[in-house]
């Protein structure tokens, strides 16, 4: 129960925070002083992203000890099979300069773009992959 509290006060206070943020930006103007405050927003939002997979990834770790220990196979397969796709979509990725923006971005800043666009675009594929399948198995067990 105490640790159910905890998890609540510090949900509230993220966000606390976060109105309190939005609330500086809209006040100031989010173009005031260089753009600081869009920064801090972006900032925050990455903190926020954070801490939301820490506590998964640490959370569902303790509670699959928990209750089945044989469970962390499964999740490093799970890890290594996205670590793989990572590299995958690294690997494809080509690097090279959107049209008109040649020469303004380094190397591996294009690199990385690619790759998150990669991962989109496999990600999607997959996702609509799998609902298709997902409805035609559904409509053939439903026939029998």
Known sequence: MKLNKIFKWGMVALIVVSV???IIGFSKGFEANDGRITDLLLIWACVM???????WVVIG???????????LVKMGILLVGAAALCCVAYL?????PAFGREGLDDAGTLKLT???LNL????????ILSIVVGEIRMAITNKK
């Open 20 to 22: 309190l943020l939005v």
């Open 49 to 55: 992203i954070g801490i939301a997979l820490f506590s």
């Open 61 to 71: 770790l303790i509670i699959s000890i928990q209750n089945d220990p044989r469970s």
């Open 92 to 96: 494809l990725a080509p690097g090279a």
């Open 114 to 116: 690619d790759t998150l």
């Open 120 to 127: 989109t675009y496999i990600c999607g594929g997959a996702a």
